[in-house]
């Protein structure tokens, strides 16, 4: 089980990893009682005459699970919303292993910038972080970023912070679901820290 909205601090490596997640049997202390299992699989299908349930493993073991009574829920991935691209060129942050993927991205992206012989238009290309919805994740995402950038960064490679930039994309109003208040100030902030609002959809992704 992910604390989410720690996520966004494990992108950059103010939090480890195991700092902000915990096994499900913490939480559902009843998973640890001889009668109960966990078991992580993908469901690939359900016959409820039977009341009985197909799944496969990660490695491809398929099984099946008798049921009294079933609970299907939903909202565990992300959505692309059939944006092309999306799935090939982008990162969603929802568990540990997104946190950790872009991560290591952004840890290479910044040193690839620093190869001799790289064009203009590629290393700002390296540099630019796009992160699309304004949201809380998002917000969070980038005010981690932009602290990565201001207080770290600077002092390892200033000329390569000093080109590094962070776009918000977000097609209505930042932190729409908050007071009018809370969403002026987040913007506030994020400019004064260097990050670039944007008012928008995206089409596609490349």
């Not at 009843?30 to 349930?53: G, H, M």
């Not at 290393?123 to 969070?140: A, K, M």
């Not at 208040?181 to 820290?193: C, F, H, I, P």
Request: charged content about 25%.
């Amino acid at each position: 089980m992910v604390f989410t909205p720690l996520l966004a601090s494990t992108t950059v490596g103010t939090l480890e990893a195991r700092s902000v997640a915990v096994h499900v049997t913490t939480i559902q202390k009843a998973l640890k009682q001889p009668q109960n299992q966990y078991v992580q699989a993908e469901a690939t299908a359900v016959f409820p005459d039977r009341q009985v349930i197909e799944a496969r493993s990660v490695d491809g073991v398929k099984f099946y699970v008798n049921y009294d009574k079933l609970a299907i829920c939903t909202g565990s991935q992300g959505s692309t919303f059939g944006i092309p691209g999306v799935e090939q060129h982008a990162h969603f942050l929802r568990d540990v292993r997104h946190a950790e993927d872009i991560r290591g991205k952004l840890i290479e992206n910044i040193a690839l910038a620093g190869v001799p012989g790289r064009t203009a238009d590629e290393y700002n290309r390296l540099l630019h972080v796009v992160i699309v919805g304004g949201g809380p994740t998002g917000v969070e995402v980038a005010g981690e970023l932009s602290n990565l950038v201001n207080r770290d960064l600077k002092h390892i490679y200033p000329d390569r912070a000093k080109a590094m930039r962070v776009t918000v994309v977000e097609a209505k109003e930042l932190l729409g679901s908050f007071d009018g208040s809370l969403r002026e100030y987040a913007a506030r902030k994020l400019v004064a820290q260097g990050v670039t609002l944007r008012k928008g959809v995206v089409k596609q992704v490349e």
